[in-house]
């Protein structure tokens, strides 16, 4: 079994001659949560695009758990287990909570017509969406139409959708933005909870749960990797002070 989950060798993304990744080497080992942080403009966005082959590399290749991914179409990526959450909402708001899980569920497994038809899986349907919303803490709200949730709570719904997919690798873009003390705190738990079995890489500026949560930390800038290891070894790095200073 490959030791990295994600790795990219060399990987380049140019738009229209700028290069806004540069010959990045990423490297995210299994089971740990790996966060991707830099100044505005670094390249975080642009790296997520180019992992789950939202964007195609202009130079180098990504693997996900050793296989080679870089031709690889999006929705197949996701249906090899790597998964991303969005920043901008993936909700439907006027689907209860209860429901948006239960979209998503079935998107795991399956749309056949046959299977939907019996009796039992709709049972085991109901019984999973129970069990995500226990997972993460939104039993309370399932009734309730997901436009209607605090803003904390429609992103912790939106991280639930993608863990109905149950992906090996979850890709999060700013769980916390826009958020409170309160919701961060309670998704940070969430996001601990979820990595328990998983492999999780992030983006978020909000650096002290980028020190709270994650394993490793890789720092970007002008697209190249500025520094990498725990958030004790790149927050005393002069050069990652320097970038944070001047940004
Ligand atoms: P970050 O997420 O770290 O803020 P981005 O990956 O969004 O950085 O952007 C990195 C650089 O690439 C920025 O200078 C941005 O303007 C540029 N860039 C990103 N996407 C495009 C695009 N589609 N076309 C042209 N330039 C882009």
Known sequence: MADYVIETRNMSRAFKG?????????????????????????????????????????????????????????????????VRSFQISAIFPH??????????????????????????????????????????????????????LAYGRKRVLEIATTLALDPKVLLLDEPMAGMGAEDISRTAALIRKVAADRTVLMVEHNLSVVADLSDRITVLQRGRILAEGTYDQISTDPAVIEAYMGS
Do not use: Y
């Not at 540069?22 to 390249?43: C, E, S």
């Not at 590399?57 to 996900?64: D, E, H």
């Open 95 to 148: 689907l209860s909570v209860a429901q948006n899980l239960r979209v998503a569920l079935q998107r795991k497994l399956g749309t056949s017509f046959h299977f939907w038809r019996s009796a039992r899986s709709l049972a085991v349907l109901d019984d999973e969406v129970a069990a995500l919303l226990d997972r993460v803490g939104l039993s309370a709200f399932a009734a309730i139409p997901a436009g209607e």
């Open 18 to 82: 700028f290069l806004a990744v540069n010959d990045v080497d990423l490297k995210v080992r299994r089971g740990t949560i790996h966060a991707l942080i830099g100044p505005n403009g670094a390249g975080k966005t642009t790296c997520f695009n180019l992992i789950t082959k939202f964007l195609q590399p202009t130079a180098g290749s990504v693997l996900l758990e050793g296989r080679d991914i870089t031709r690889t179409p999006p929705a197949r990526v996701a249906r090899l287990g790597m």
